[in-house]
């Protein structure tokens, strides 16, 4: 768990330069498509994995007693 929260960092710090990057320097037109098909859906994964599934301390206990609660 701990591995993959510091790939998440990772990639959503290396996707963050990207695509400033291609805000800031002037690069070819399929640089910047490449960076924008690849980049800000890393970027978005990335984020949403960081800050999904933290359960409040007292949630804990029975998140691990019933992990999926339905839709």
Do not use: H
């Not at 960092?9 to 690069?27: E, G, H, K, P």
Request: hydrophobic content about 55%; overall charge neutral.
């Amino acid at each position: 768990m701990e591995n993959q929260k510091i790939i998440c960092i990772i990639l959503l710090i290396l996707s963050t330069i990207a695509i400033l990057a291609c805000l800031v320097i002037n690069f070819k037109v399929w640089i910047v498509y490449t960076i924008a098909i690849f980049g800000i859906p890393l970027w978005i994964l990335s984020l949403g994995l960081l800050t999904m599934a933290k359960p409040k301390p007292e949630d804990a206990e029975e998140r691990v007693r019933e992990p999926f609660t339905g839709y």
